[in-house]
């Protein structure tokens, strides 16, 4: 069992910026594909971003180019930097793990990860 615990979570201004972080134990890190997902009160959890084992990455085209995902296998962790934030990125956000990485593809729906955090919370004011 893979734990995934996320941190970096707070309140911020709109236009501001945070970098949320997941952690995950277990020494197969560096062969998960990693996911970004988001739920805001009364929704559905979405997809944010994707990097795959191979560190290929995708996002949902509401973040393009505001938010970056990133790991570092060494410190089995993974990145979402969040610039230039808006009211409606307002949400939990949670880090997941699939568990059989891939080469090319990268999981963008929650039945492809195997492993989920506990969530950070992300309010911006505007």
């Known amino acids: 069992q893979v734990q995934l615990v996320e941190s970096g979570g707070g309140l911020v201004q709109a236009g501001g910026s945070l970098r949320l972080s997941c952690v995950a134990s277990g020494r197969m890190f560096s062969g998960y594909d990693m996911g970004w997902f988001r739920q805001a009160p009364g929704k559905e959890r979405d997809f944010v971003a994707a990097?795959?084992?191979?560190?290929?990455?995708h996002y949902v085209d509401s973040v393009k180019g505001r938010f970056t995902i990133s790991r570092d296998n060494a410190k089995n962790t993974v990145y979402l930097q969040m610039n230039s934030l808006k009211a409606e990125d307002t949400a939990v956000y949670y880090c997941a793990a699939r568990r059989d990485g891939s080469l090319y593809w990268t999981p963008r729906t929650s039945p492809e990860y195997d492993y989920w955090g506990q969530g950070t919370q992300v309010t911006v004011s505007s």
């Open positions: 990097i795959n084992r191979n560190r290929f990455t």
